[in-house]
């Protein structure tokens, strides 16, 4: 494929030999299951979906589309969701700086900061301020962009807007 890709002569060319090198492995890839688009519905749903719902709609018990999740997944349901909503409270924040960290958690279903804050320190070992501190310019944005552009915004203004400067 390396060589058929230096050997095209132009761009389309180069995007054909990918493209026919692709097909035959989307063709056998899997269709998405029940639990994919669960797991996706609890992504859009910014980690908020109870779980029993979710397996109420994939017509299956409880216990058995937890054991279905993480045989599909990797992790559990729950486990899922906590780090979706994790990384969507992280993320609120470094889009917008200024959003108080109590309207944050209540934005993303947290009982309160302090739920907020145990979930943080489990997930990421620091409480959120600190992590956020940590990881400065050092993580890209993970899930979303920022709402009012569709770049990226420059890390270094960020991370000096981040420390008060």
Known sequence: MWERLAESPSFSKRVQVIENYLLPFAANARSRTSIMKSAHDIFRRKGTARIDDMAFHTSLSVRQ??????????????????????????????RVPASSWLSIAHEHGYFDQMHMIRDFQNLGGESPGQLLHQSGDLQPWSIGLPSTTNKLPNPRTTAQRLRGR
């Open 65 to 94: 589309y937890e054991r279905r999740f993480a045989e599909e997944m990797g992790l559990s349901p729950k486990l899922f969701a906590r780090i979706t909503r994790f990384q969507m409270a992280l993320d609120a924040k470094r």
